[in-house]
């Protein structure tokens, strides 16, 4: 049993202003793991108020870049040391495999040094090759902190939102309260543990997980210069009103349905090898999924009978097993909200080829669904239209590589895609015509030091490398 009975409110732990503390519940079989403190509006004052002061009055903002960059190295080097930890407790409390968790440790290490090597060569301040040599006047442009920032992260994967988000902002210089969801108490928990052994200056960092309540009060806060968030599009859009009355800095990655397109030319075996990640990766909930596969009517019943294989051939169940590649879901909403998905894809007409709503025999007590694939899909469908945030694939034919690019580009998001194909420069032609923010081709995973989110309804704003870090600065010319 793991207990937090205090947040971590300007580098330090300090009792919350309610001493009720939320049963973590484990996903797989119901039984309380953890018990954390919440943060309420009380306390987002209090962490408000200490990054203010802090970036007004505090040496965080006035420090050397070479500061800031050791700074953020030793918090790296500490989340390696403990890496198989961090790894069991999202495990634990959001019911992602084993072999997930495992996994995304060493994209932390990359994406953290994408960042790094983005702050040693950032222009912090730059003089500029006047346009008339004559002039008697030059220009220096400087890219300073922009101050206060809330960072919002979601429950799927929260060690990498979280880090994809306070690493920019503090090599920049800002100071930073960090919104983190309920269910994600024990592991970020964990991390205001590593943040407080980092040796930050008082006041540059908070930890306050919260309910949604009082992350739209700290978003809402006078005192907050720049809104950073990872989540649903529907909060998304309320962030940016709410950003917009207030002409707060905001960036935004939202969600997607992301399609994957099978060229006529793949190797369908190898492809679908590679779907089992790109499609199924964390259980299904993961904004980057490709749950629409698009596959060419001439090879589609070979598609669908791969996906078949594969999805039947996969193991759910304890998340703790190495064994297993999907467990359950985070919470008894989101596997109602999935079952619910597979209920509305059989009524519309879709084809049910595996799958189906029933919960897993034996995995009852669990938040687990049953994978689930869907052929004979119009993209029109709402299960092609919405995200799941499950297992569940819909695989949709098309006619030739126009008709499919029309299809892929054919939704409301815009986050990320593949293309799977044995010609790369073939595959290349169709992903520069797809309208999304990352596209990967035969399952290449996604390169760090390049800018990362979505088009439409899927973001605003960049994550990751130099793009990513100039989100959380602001633009000087002074002119001499």
């Not at 004559?134 to 920032?149: D, F, H, L």
């Not at 299904?284 to 999805?311: H, M, N």
């Amino acid at each position: 049993m793991i207990t937090y009975d205090r947040l971590f409110i300007a580098g330090s732990w300090t009792a919350p202003s309610s001493p009720e503390l939320l049963d973590i519940r484990s996903p797989h079989d119901q039984a309380v793991i953890g018990r954390a403190a919440q943060a309420r509006p009380a306390d987002v004052d209090r962490a408000v108020a200490a990054a203010r002061a802090a970036f007004d009055e505090g040496p965080w903002p006035r420090t050397a870049p070479a500061e800031r960059i050791a700074a953020v190295r030793r918090l790296n080097a500490l989340r390696e040391a403990d890496a198989e930890k961090v790894a069991a407790l999202i495990s634990a409390e959001n019911g992602s495999a084993g072999w997930f968790t495992r996994a995304g440790q060493p994209g932390l290490t990359r994406q953290a040094g994408a960042y790094l090597r983005a702050a040693e060569e950032f222009g912090w301040e730059e003089a500029l090759t006047p346009s008339d040599p004559a002039s008697p006047t030059r220009s220096v442009v400087r890219r300073e902190p922009i101050g206060v920032v809330a960072a919002v992260i979601p429950w799927n994967s929260p060690f990498s939102a979280a880090m994809a988000k306070i690493i920019p902002a503090l090599l920049a210089g800002n100071t930073v309260v960090l919104k983190v969801c309920p269910e994600n108490s024990l592991s970020m928990g964990f991390l205001a543990e590593l943040l407080e052994r980092t040796g930050l200056p008082e006041g540059v960092i908070s930890v306050l997980p919260a309910d949604r309540e009082t992350s739209e009060y700290l978003v809402s806060h006078p005192d907050v210069d720049k809104i950073a968030f990872t989540g649903s599009t529907r909060a998304g859009r309320r962030i940016a009103s709410i950003a917009g009355d207030r002409l707060k800095r905001f960036s935004l990655e939202l969600g997607g349905k992301s399609a994957a397109v099978i060229l006529p030319d793949a190797d369908i075996e190898a492809a679908v090898r590679g779907l089992k990640f790109a499609s199924l990766l964390n259980n299904g909930e993961a904004c980057i999924a490709q749950t629409r596969v698009l596959a060419p009517r001439s090879r589609y019943e070979e598609v669908v009978a791969a996906l078949k294989d594969l999805v039947e051939s996969l193991k759910v169940g304890d998340p703790s097993d190495p064994d297993t590649f999907i467990g359950p879901m985070i919470r008894r909403d989101q596997q109602q909200r999935v079952r619910d998905y597979i209920e509305l894809g059989i009524g519309e007409g879709a084809r049910l080829v595996t799958g189906g709503p029933q919960v897993p025999p034996g995995l009852e007590r669990g938040n687990y669904v049953t994978p689930t694939v869907f052929a004979d899909v119009d993209n029109s469908m709402r299960i092609a239209q919405e995200e799941i945030f499950g297992p569940v694939l819909v695989v949709i034919a098309y006619d030739d590589e126009d008709d499919a690019v029309r299809i892929a580009n054919d939704s409301a998001y815009g986050l990320s895609g593949g293309v799977w194909s044995a010609d790369q420069d073939r595959a290349l032609d169709v992903a520069r015509r797809l309208r999304t923010g990352t596209v990967t081709v035969n399952g290449a995973p996604i390169a760090f030091d390049g800018p990362f989110g979505g088009y439409k309804a899927s973001g605003i704003g960049r994550e990751y490398g130099a793009v990513g870090l100039a989100q959380y600065v602001e633009y000087k010319t002074v002119t001499l």
